[in-house]
């Protein structure tokens, strides 16, 4: 079983900063691709970030310029940097990763998974 285990979210203030955390366990071969989207009331989910294991990174253009997703591979996590935070970044934001499974003996073939969810609340 792969879990995907966000941490960082929280309250600040407008123009203030935060870093999530997602660290992603269980019995992995490889993981791929990695991101994060985000969720605000009343809306759709929405790609926030997203990035390659070679560390190419693909940003959307709400959130560029402010925002820096990063990883470390020999632990498994992905991070969000967040600057200059604005009310309208009010979300709940989710953690994806693209893997290769281990079944013990062999590669399992790729699944997605998500993260629970981490608040992020922006006040004016």
């Known amino acids: 079983q792969v879990q995907l285990v966000e941490s960082g979210g929280g309250v600040v203030q407008a123009g203030g900063s935060l870093r999530l955390s997602c660290a992603v366990s269980?019995?992995?071969?490889?993981?791929?691709?990695m991101g994060w989207y985000r969720q605000a009331p009343g809306k759709q989910r929405e790609v926030v970030a997203a990035?390659?294991?070679?560390?190419?990174?693909n940003y959307a253009d709400s959130v560029k310029g402010r925002f820096t997703i990063s990883r470390d591979n020999a632990k498994n996590t992905v991070y969000l940097q967040m600057n200059s935070l604005k009310p309208e970044d009010t979300a709940v934001y989710y953690c994806?990763?693209?893997?290769?499974?281990?079944?013990?003996?062999?590669?399992?073939?790729?699944?997605?998974?998500w993260g629970q969810g981490t608040l992020v609340t922006v006040s004016s």
């Open positions: 990035i390659t294991s070679g560390g190419s990174t």
């Open positions: 994806t990763a693209d893997y290769v499974g281990w079944d013990g003996s062999a590669p399992t073939p790729a699944l997605y998974a």
């Open positions: 269980g019995s992995i071969f490889r993981i791929n691709a």
